[in-house]
C-alpha cells in the first residue's frame, strides 16, 4: 500500500501496514494529499500535492507528481509548475485509463497525454469556492463528478457540485440547495448500481444525499441525524459506497457512520469510548476497500485520519469498541507545532496537529501525551524537570505535573489586570478554563524568561504574564486560587504572533503581531510596562505576520525577528534594539528561499552561526546571514515549525509531517582573526 501525508510525503508498506518507508525525503514536495494508480497500467502513479481544504494554515505544494516505476521515483509534471495548481486537492483517473483530472482551488484541469499537458476544463457556474474532490464513474470513463469547497476568500458556496458526461472536459453546475451553511461536498458513486451518486453535504452538521441520474440532481437520503460530521465537514469529511453493495456506506467526520440501507439511518462505528479511548482516531479523511474486497468473505478497508491509518477487517461488523486495528508501526508523519527541552534531562516536549502534547525522555519511539487534541505552543521548565506548561487551542494554558504520564490542569482560569483579579467573562462554568476563546492565535506563543523560570508569558489580544505559574489550582475555588495573570500590554487589534524575552535582562520583552507590527520594552517587569513600536513607517521591515523573535546572548541590543509569507528577506537583525534593521536572507545562489521562515536559533558560542526553520526544511548560516545552505543529510524536505536547543551542541527540530529531529551541531567558538 501506498500512503500519502500532507507534509509527509509518500510513505510505502510491502506487509500490509506491519511496517511503513518512506519513498524519498528530499522529493520536490512533501503536502501529498491524494495518489492513484492508472487502471490500465498500475507501475504509471500520480500524487497530487497542496493542503487546499486546510484553511490558512495549508501548506503549498507544487502541483502533480508522476512515477512509472510504481511509485520508486517521482518527478513533477511541468505542466503543473504554476499557481494554478498549488493547493490540488484530488486526483482522479478514468477506468480506462486515458484522462487524468485534478481538482483544485482554482478549478479543475485535465490531462489526456499523462500530464504532459493540463488545461482547464470548462466550468459552468460560479468557482469562487474551489473544488474539492472529482472522481469519474467507475463504469463509465465518460462521466464524472465533482464536488467544491469553500475557499480562503469565498463568503460562500454557491455551486455545490459539477458534472460532466464528456470525460471531464465540459462541466455542468448542479443547482445550489438553500443550504446555509455549506462549505464542502464529498461524493462517492455506487459501482453497482449505474447513475448513483451520494453525497455527503457540509450543512446543517452532515446532510446525506443521492442521486439516481449520474450526479444530475440529488435528494435527502439522511435527514442529518445523527449529525456525522460534528460541525468539522469542510476539514473532515469522507464518504464511501460498497462496491457491491450499493446500500452499504460508511461515512463521516470527525467520527465514522454506518448505513445498511442507503442512508436513511446512520450508526456510529468509531469514536471516544468514555474510560476506554479511540480505537481508531478521530478526523476522517478517506476510505479504501482492499484490492480484493467482495462484500461477502473479505471486507477489509482501511480508514486515513489525523491519526493515520487503521484497519477494519470487516466492516459491516466493525463497532466503536471492536473490529479495529492500529496500522501506524513507523509511520512518521505527525505534524509537530512547537518543541521545548530540559537540557537536564534530556527531555523533548511538543504540541502536535490533532494529537496532543507529547513527551519522551530521548526515545524516538516511546513518547506519552498529554493535554487533549490540538497541541500548542509549550514551555518546559528548567528547574522543576516534572513540569512542562503545554497550551491547547487559543492561548489555552495548561501545567503538566507528572513526568509526562499526564495529570494536566488549567491553568489560566484566574487572570488580573490593572483594576483588579477576576475571571475572564464568558468562561466555562465556574472553572474560567477558556479565558482567550476567539481572542488569540490559534497556536499562541507561550515562553518562559529564561532569567526566570517562575515568569511565564502568554501572548492572546494581549499579552499577559504570571509570576507563579507552579500555584496550585482549587477547582473548587478557582478565584482565589492558581497562578495570578496580569496583562502587561494591550491590544492592538491584531493577536499576538510571538514573544521573546532577553537572556540579559528579564526587562527586555520583544512582541510581534500578526500584521507584522514589532514592540519592545525596557521595563517588562513593571507592572505597565512602556512598549515602543520598533517596525515604525520608517522602518524597513514587511508588513507579514511574525513568526519569531530572537534575542543575543551576548548583546542586550541585537534581536533577530523572522515573517511568515513566499516572499524573500523573513530575516531581519537589528544591532540597536530596533533603532535600524538589514536583512540577513542572503542573496543570490546562497540565499534563503521565498518562503516562510517559522523560528531563527542562534549557537550561543557563535552567534555567526544560525539555524533556520522555513516552510521547506532547516536552513543554516556560518556568517551570520550572508549565506545559507541547506543540509541534504536532514531532516527532510518538510516544514520546521520550531528549534530548541538540547544543551549546546545538539537542536531539535519540529517538524509539520514529520515527527521530531534532532542533530549535533558544531558548537565551538568563532576561530580569532
Given at each position: ?20 518507508s ?27 500535492t497542496?493542503?487546499?481544504l ?19 521515483t ?8 504554476n ?31 499523462g500530464g ?13 469556492q ?11 470513463s ?9 475557499s ?6 454557491s ?9 471531464g ?12 451553511d ?40 439522511s ?55 479511540e ?20 471486507k ?16 459491516t ?18 505534524q509537530?507545532?512547537?518543541v ?43 528547574v ?5 506548561y503545554?497550551?491547547l ?40 478554563q ?7 492565535n ?27 505559574p ?6 473548587a ?45 525596557t521595563?517588562?517587569?513593571n507592572?505597565?510596562?512602556t ?16 513568526t ?25 537583525e537589528?544591532?540597536d534594539l530596533?533603532?535600524g ?16 521562515i ?7 558560542t ?10 521547506i ?11 545559507w ?16 536547543w538540547?544543551?549546546?551542541g ?24
Amino acid at each position: 500500500m501506498f500512503a500519502g501525508s500532507v507534509g509527509g510525503g509518500i510513505w510505502k508498506t510491502t506487509n500490509g501496514g506491519a511496517s511503513w518507508s518512506p519513498i524519498n525525503d528530499f522529493m520536490a514536495n512533501l503536502a501529498v494529499t491524494s495518489v492513484v494508480f492508472t487502471p490500465t497500467n498500475p507501475a504509471v502513479m500520480y500524487a497530487a500535492t497542496g493542503e487546499g481544504l486546510a484553511g490558512s494554515r495549508g501548506i503549498r505544494g507544487a502541483g502533480v507528481f508522476k512515477s512509472t516505476d510504481g511509485g520508486a521515483t517521482w518527478s513533477q509534471l511541468s505542466s503543473t509548475a504554476n499557481p494554478n495548481f498549488y493547493f490540488t486537492n484530488r486526483v482522479a483517473i478514468s477506468p480506462d485509463g486515458t484522462t487524468l483530472l485534478a481538482a483544485a482551488a482554482t478549478g479543475i484541469y485535465r490531462s489526456t497525454d499523462g500530464g504532459a499537458t493540463f488545461p482547464a476544463a470548462t466550468l459552468g457556474g460560479s468557482l469562487g469556492q474551489g473544488v474539492a474532490q472529482v472522481v469519474f464513474d467507475p463504469n463509465n470513463s465518460s462521466k464524472a463528478v465533482a464536488g467544491a469547497f469553500k475557499s480562503r476568500t469565498s463568503a460562500a458556496v454557491s455551486t455545490p457540485a459539477w458534472y460532466s458526461t464528456d470525460g471531464g472536459a465540459n462541466w455542468t453546475p448542479v443547482p445550489a440547495p438553500n443550504l446555509p451553511d455549506l462549505a464542502r461536498v464529498e461524493l462517492a458513486y455506487a459501482r453497482s448500481v449505474p447513475n448513483k451518486v451520494y453525497a455527503s453535504v457540509n450543512s446543517q452538521r452532515g446532510l446525506l444525499c443521492v442521486s439516481t441520474n449520474g450526479g444530475q440532481s440529488y435528494t435527502l437520503a439522511s435527514s442529518g441525524s445523527p449529525q456525522f460530521l460534528h460541525g468539522q465537514g469542510s476539514w473532515a469529511n469522507v464518504l464511501w459506497v460498497d462496491p457491491t453493495n450499493d446500500r452499504l456506506l460508511v461515512v463521516g467526520g470527525v467520527d465514522l457512520y454506518r448505513s445498511t440501507n442507503g442512508g436513511s439511518t446512520l450508526t456510529q462505528i468509531s469514536g471516544l469510548i468514555s474510560g476506554v479511548g479511540e480505537l481508531t482516531h478521530a478526523d476522517n479523511h478517506d476510505v479504501v476497500p482492499v484490492p480484493t474486497y467482495d462484500g461477502t468473505t473479505v471486507k477489509t478497508v482501511f480508514v486515513a485520519n489525523d491519526g493515520g491509518v487503521y484497519k477494519a477487517t470487516d466492516i459491516t461488523t466493525a463497532t466503536m469498541s471492536s473490529g479495529w486495528t492500529n496500522l501506524n508501526n513507523g509511520l512518521s508523519v505527525t505534524q509537530f507545532y512547537s518543541v521545548a527541552t530540559n537540557v537536564a534531562t534530556g527531555s523533548i516536549v511538543g504540541g502536535t496537529q490533532d494529537n496532543a502534547t507529547l513527551r519522551t525522555s530521548g526515545s524516538a519511539t516511546t513518547w506519552s501525551g498529554a493535554s487533549g487534541s490540538d497541541g500548542g505552543f509549550v514551555a518546559h521548565d528548567p528547574v522543576n524537570t516534572n513540569y512542562y506548561y503545554p497550551s491547547l487551542t487559543n492561548a489555552r494554558v495548561m501545567r503538566n505535573e507528572q513526568d509526562g504520564l499526564g495529570g494536566s490542569v488549567d491553568i489560566v482560569g484566574y487572570w488580573c489586570d490593572n483594576t483588579g483579579c477576576r475571571c475572564k467573562s464568558g468562561a466555562l462554568g465556574a472553572l474560567c478554563q477558556d479565558w482567550t476563546v476567539s481572542h488569540a492565535n490559534f497556536n499562541a506563543p507561550v515562553v518562559l524568561d529564561p532569567n526566570d523560570p517562575n515568569r511565564l508569558l502568554v501572548g492572546a489580544d494581549h499579552l499577559f504574564v504570571t509570576s507563579d505559574p507552579r500555584t496550585q489550582v482549587s477547582y473548587a475555588s478557582p478565584t482565589a486560587s492558581g497562578p495570578s495573570w496580569f496583562m502587561i500590554k494591550p491590544s492592538t487589534g491584531h493577536y499576538i504572533s510571538a514573544v521573546a524575552v532577553s537572556p540579559t535582562s528579564s526587562d527586555i520583552i520583544a512582541v510581534g503581531h500578526n500584521d507584522g507590527a514589532v514592540y519592545v520594552t525596557t521595563n517588562g517587569t513593571n507592572a505597565s510596562p512602556t512598549w515602543t513600536k520598533i517596525d515604525d513607517n520608517a522602518s524597513p521591515l514587511p508588513n507579514r505576520m511574525v513568526t519569531s523573535i530572537a534575542f543575543s546572548a551576548a548583546s542586550a541590543n541585537t534581536l533577530w525577528v523572522t515573517f511568515g509569507g513566499y516572499d524573500a528577506q523573513n530575516i531581519w537583525e537589528s544591532t540597536d534594539l530596533g533603532g535600524g534593521w538589514s536583512p540577513i536572507s542572503g542573496i543570490g545562489m546562497t540565499a534563503l528561499p521565498p518562503a516562510p521562515i517559522y523560528d531563527l536559533k542562534i549557537l550561543s558560542t557563535n552567534e555567526r552561526s544560525l539555524y533556520a526553520a522555513t516552510e521547506i526544511g532547516l536552513f543554516t548560516s556560518g556568517d551570520g546571514g550572508a549565506t545559507w545552505t541547506l543540509p541534504q543529510e536532514g531532516p527532510a524536505n518538510v516544514a520546521v515549525e520550531q528549534l530548541a536547543w538540547l544543551g549546546t551542541g545538539t537542536l531539535v527540530a519540529a517538524t509539520h509531517g514529520r515527527g521530531m529531529f534532532k542533530t549535533t551541531v558544531d558548537a565551538s567558538p568563532p576561530a580569532c582573526t
